[in-house]
């Protein structure tokens, strides 16, 4: 992964990036597909990433920066090895979600939004990951992990581990 504002491109990346463009009749719609590309290739799209990107299509900046900001799919920052995404709509609120949030953020010792300092456990609460029958719900990765309880909850942190 590339640390905070060093961002490089390899010359495959911009290949990509020029591909993916000639698909679309206009540039503006390539933004998603390229970001996911610098995803793909980097982990995560940096601050510096976005504005290369915007630079490669010829976008305002401020247009990518709003994507990377507003799609959760999209990384701004990096991201553990493991990264749990714990529901906090009302279904799982009230199913106990809060609870198992306060659990993981003790357990693994970091805040909402926080990594580990070894990069295997990042943490962030999200809406609704549509598992409401089965709340409390999170996501590891992009695996489901549902009717949680802080047991099974350990269960899954000791096989990550």
């Given at each position: 992964m590339a640390a905070q504002g060093a961002f490089v491109p390899s010359d495959g990346l911009a290949v990509e990036i020029e591909r993916i463009a000639s698909l679309y009749p206009e540039r503006m719609a390539a933004v998603l597909p390229a970001l996911h590309a610098v995803q793909?290739?980097?982990g995560w799209v940096p601050l510096e990433a976005q504005r290369w990107v915007a630079g490669q299509l010829g976008v305002p900046a401020a247009h990518v920066y709003g994507c990377v900001s507003f799609y959760t799919l999209l990384r701004p920052r990096p991201l553990g090895r493991h990264h749990i995404q714990?529901?906090?709509?009302?279904?799982?609120?009230?199913?106990?979600?809060?609870g198992i949030l306060e659990h993981l953020k003790r357990r693994l010792g970091i805040e909402d939004g926080g990594m580990?300092?070894?990069?295997?456990?990042?943490?962030?609460?999200?809406?609704?990951?549509?598992s409401c029958g089965?709340?409390?719900a999170m996501q590891v990765n992009d695996d489901y992990h549902e009717n949680l309880t802080r047991e099974k909850v350990d269960e899954l942190l000791d096989r990550l581990r």
């Open positions: 793909r290739e980097v714990v529901c906090r709509t009302l279904s799982c609120e009230l199913r106990g979600a809060g580990t300092a070894d990069g295997r456990f990042s943490l962030a609460t999200v809406e609704c990951l549509g089965t709340a409390p």
